[in-house]
């Protein structure tokens, strides 16, 4: 599984609810370059924006943000 923006292996950056392989719902933050992002019904991950965020549920909003602070804090700045 590849990041829809970079490429990069994201197979481990998954947070899923309990499910091997991922299940269309499962969200991720590249840690690589930090898209938010969603596994789709057609078996990829798919890119969200502000807006398609907004419109998920507000437990998955507050978990995908959580995640992008985190990697935002750690790995922002790099090659600075």
Same mark, same amino acid.
């Given at each position: %599984?590849?990041?829809?923006?970079?490429?990069?292996? =994201?197979?481990?950056?998954?947070v899923n609810h309990g499910s091997v +392989?991922? $299940?269309?719902?499962?969200?991720?933050?590249?840690?690589?370059?930090?898209?938010? %992002?969603?596994?789709g019904l057609q078996g990829q991950f =798919?890119?969200?924006?502000?807006?398609?965020?907004?419109?998920? +549920?507000? $437990?998955?909003?507050?978990?995908?943000?959580?995640?992008?602070?985190?990697?935002?804090?750690?790995?922002?700045?790099?090659?600075?």
């Amino acid at each position: %599984m590849n990041c829809p923006n970079c490429l990069a292996d =994201i197979r481990y950056h998954v947070v899923n609810h309990g499910s091997v +392989p991922p $299940e269309p719902g499962d969200y991720a933050v590249c840690f690589s370059c930090g898209e938010r %992002m969603m596994f789709g019904l057609q078996g990829q991950f =798919i890119g969200l924006t502000d807006e398609t965020i907004r419109e998920l +549920p507000t $437990e998955w909003q507050m978990g995908i943000e959580r995640i992008w602070t985190v990697w935002n804090e750690k790995y922002s700045i790099r090659g600075s």
